[in-house]
């Protein structure tokens, strides 16, 4: 299916619809997928359900709203299938300007009061930047340097939620649904994208993940590259030292194991250049930067043999000490550029939960159950997939999803529930 065979936006959206259209099961579903997807594109404060009804069909919302309402909640529909046919769909826009170059792991944190709601439990919330009630969700996203694409999606249950029947029942989190950490999710996913054959490219993952050895480990098995942040009390052997053994976790009285920040203190000045990696809004975005080829003192390697990767570190002029840390094994011989080209790509998943959140309502959702949780995801993401298949007609300088579809007049004196305004 060739979405660039239309005439017009409208045009090209309802044929991406109809693709879709073809992987949700029954016939009575489609005008539902329609209308939700619709209602995600369509310029809103809100984009949960009500709203969007009342957007979507004007003269019929209350009707509207039950419609909706059991399609992403109830309705049995794969979330699989359908990300699998956004791939289909979306991929071809992506690789026109050039081959997937990375996987990126991340995960995305929405606030929520109260215990019911799915998986909600108190954690570090990015969206707030503190400790709070929230769900989180991992997902791994496939990028080159023009676009990213969320390939999967799982909401991360805590400990807490997935051993308490009466809320997993009530939420209808399925029976296979275990107990899993951020980072085991996470490898699950890289092992499912293996598995499907997607385009491969190398493992970007921040310090949450990239500071597990076992993940890292898990990766290298899989026959894939990472450029993975980690902390700087991560140990390593020092450079032109021969590992003797692994130290056991959290042990540093091991011989010549020392620190990435220690290594970093001990560079000489010669060691430090300023690369440029990217072209930003107005200049190129540049940092100091050195590398060291190193082995990584992890209870995970085999001690007898050894394997060296990169260590890259940040220190940007103007700093007290290094900012940031990353371990990679991509070649030897990569240019240094390249090598914090790489480590820097990460930002394509801080543009796509942005983009998900602020144009198409991926936080928005207002149920409390696994299903409606995912099935929302995977439309925000079906909907997010369309923008990027549209991106060369919209303007860099307004909304992306505004414009693209016409906004129908609401009901006279229509109020969404919730809000402060009179009626």
């Known amino acids: 299916m060739d979405l660039r065979g239309g005439n017009d936006s409208e045009g090209r959206f309802r044929t991406y619809v109809e693709g879709l259209a073809s992987v949700v099961g ?5 005008g539902p997928l329609q209308d939700y ?3 995600l594109m369509l310029p809103g404060a809100r984009k949960s359900v009500e709203p969007m009804a009342a957007r979507t069909a004007p003269a019929r919302t209350a009707a509207q709203h039950q419609s909706l309402l059991h399609f ?21 826009s992506i690789e026109r300007h050039g081959p997937i170059e990375a996987w990126i792991i991340d995960d ?91 385009p491969r490219g190398t493992l970007l993952l921040d310090a949450g993940y990239g500071n597990d ?36 976790k959290g042990r540093r009285d091991e011989p010549n ?4 920040k220690d290594v970093a203190l001990r560079l000489r000045a010669n060691a430090w250049h300023t690369i440029k990696w990217r072209e930003g809004t107005n200049e ?27 260590l890259l570190i940040e220190w940007p002029e103007g700093e007290a000490e290094p900012t940031k840390y990353w371990l990679s094994t991509l070649p030897k011989n990569i240019p240094f550029r390249d090598l914090v ?27 409390r159950g696994w299903r409606g949780f995912h099935h929302h995801a995977t439309l925000c993401i079906a909907a997010y997939g369309f923008l990027i298949s549209e991106r060369e007609t919209i303007s860099p300088s307004g909304s992306r999803s505004s414009g693209l579809l016409q906004t129908p007049a609401l009901p006279e004196g229509y109020r969404p529930r919730g809000s402060a305004l009179a009626a």
Do not use: M
């Open 26 to 30: 029954h016939a009575d579903r489609r």
């Open 37 to 39: 997807c619709t209602g």
């Open 72 to 92: 992403v909640g109830v309705a049995t529909w794969s979330d699989d299938g359908v990300l699998g046919k956004v791939r289909e769909l979306v991929l071809p």
């Open 108 to 198: 995305t944190s929405f606030p929520k009061q109260g215990r019911h709601s799915v998986g909600v439990h108190h954690h570090y919330c990015g969206q707030l930047g503190k400790q709070a009630n929230c769900q989180v969700a991992v997902s791994l996203s496939i990028a080159n340097h023009y676009a990213s694409l969320p390939v999967a999606y799982r909401l991360y249950l805590p400990k807490a939620w997935a051993e308490d029947t009466s809320r997993r029942k009530a939420a209808g989190v399925p029976a296979e649904i275990s107990f899993k950490t951020k980072q085991e999710i996470a490898l699950e996913q890289i092992r499912w994208a293996c598995e499907a054959g997607l």
């Open 213 to 248: 050895s076992k993940l890292r480990s898990g990766i290298t098995e899989l026959g894939l590259s990472y450029v993975a942040g980690v902390l700087p009390q991560t140990l390593v052997w020092a450079p032109r030292t021969r590992p003797v053994r692994a130290p056991k």
């Open 257 to 260: 194991a020392i620190s990435v």
């Open 284 to 310: 190129w975005l540049s940092s100091r930067f050195a590398r060291v080829h190193i082995c990584v003192a992890s209870g995970h390697d085999q001690p007898q043999r050894p394997t060296k990767e990169w």
């Open 341 to 367: 080209d790489a480590a820097k790509l990460r930002w394509r998943i801080e543009r796509d939960y942005q983009e998900l959140k602020q144009e198409v309502g991926l936080g928005h959702y207002e149920g």
